[in-house]
């Protein structure tokens, strides 16, 4: 659904190209957008969006902290396998640090 709006001509506050739109969706799809038009924005949209955003890419880089760390503890890698990885890890904390600071998402203790 993201996509087809994405590609439209959808104007929201546009009675016309809003008609226009819904009238290409089924019923489903219909209902679907109808109900997102009828809830209210939160007063604070941009703080809203800017804190999930936040949180996709905390949680973006926890994961890739994960797999770094998990990384680590094979047993077959090289020396310079392990550097970057050690290298990969201070990165990926550090750049969570800086997130969280920005954030009101917390950092889980590590």
Do not use: C, Y
């Not at 973006?60 to 994960?66: A, D, G, S, V």
């Not at 550097?83 to 917390?106: A, T, W």
Request: net charge negative.
């Amino acid at each position: 659904m993201l996509a087809r709006i994405l590609e439209s001509e959808l104007r929201p506050d546009d009675p016309v190209s809003l008609n226009s739109f819904m009238s290409q969706l089924t019923a489903e799809e219909e209902g679907l957008v109808s109900a997102w038009l009828l809830q209210k924005m939160p007063a604070n949209a941009i703080e809203v969006a800017e804190s999930w955003w936040k949180g996709l890419i905390q949680a973006t880089l926890r994961r890739q902290l994960e797999i770094a760390e998990t990384r680590m503890r094979l047993p077959q890698l090289t020396t310079g396998e392990v550097v970057n990885l050690q290298k990969e890890i201070v990165d990926l904390r550090e750049q969570l640090h800086q997130i969280s600071r920005l954030s009101s998402v917390p950092e889980p203790d590590r």
